[in-house]
């Protein structure tokens, strides 16, 4: 499943909108052709000795080219460390204690992730919905020209030509 050019097995889960929507903006990273990226929500196959697809589906894993098994935190780094634009975080989840603080906060995260999925499932769905009907619609409207000097559309600073004349305030 991964050749010599990929340094990184990411194993995910693909029913997860949040999720999916993390391995898409890997995906488009300079550096992502060094990883392999799996759904295990689709996979049926066998993940591993040491890694079943009910555990891949809970927790974040990274298997590393020397066949080390990463998971939570130091998963995520691993990505990190191996995409240019993202070696940042993963020098500072170096420093002394980072990856402990890291690691914790993943694990309270956990819990709470499938109602955040859901959350972020109907957002992106909502707005998936709602760009569709805006490009639906963007060709019937009959939006007003520069020249409607006086549509109600415009904002009085654009009525004037692009500036309006101020009047000083009198003196009493």
Not at 105 to 129: I, K, T
Not at 153 to 171: F, I, M
Request: aromatic fraction near 6%.
């Amino acid at each position: 499943m991964q050749s010599d050019r990929q340094s990184l097995t990411v194993y995910f889960d693909g029913a997860c909108p949040l999720c999916q929507a993390e391995i898409n903006h890997y995906r488009k990273q300079e550096g992502a052709g060094a990883i392999c990226f799996v759904d295990v929500s689709r996979s049926e196959e066998t993940l591993a000795v040491d890694l079943t697809k009910q555990q891949a589906m809970k927790r974040f894993h990274v298997r590393a080219n020397n066949g080390l098994l990463l998971s939570g935190a130091a998963a995520f780094v691993a990505v990190w460390s191996t995409l240019p634009r993202w070696r940042l975080a993963a020098r500072l989840a170096a420093l002394p204690g980072i990856l402990k603080v890291l690691e914790v906060a993943y694990s309270l995260f956990l819990p709470v992730r499938p109602a955040v999925s859901r959350l972020f499932g109907l957002v992106h769905a909502w707005h998936r919905s709602d760009n569709a009907a805006l490009a639906d619609t963007a060709g019937s409207i009959d939006l007003p020209h520069k020249s409607d000097e006086e549509s109600p559309l415009r904002s009085p600073l654009d009525r004037g030509g692009g500036h309006t004349e101020v009047t000083p305030a009198r003196k009493r």
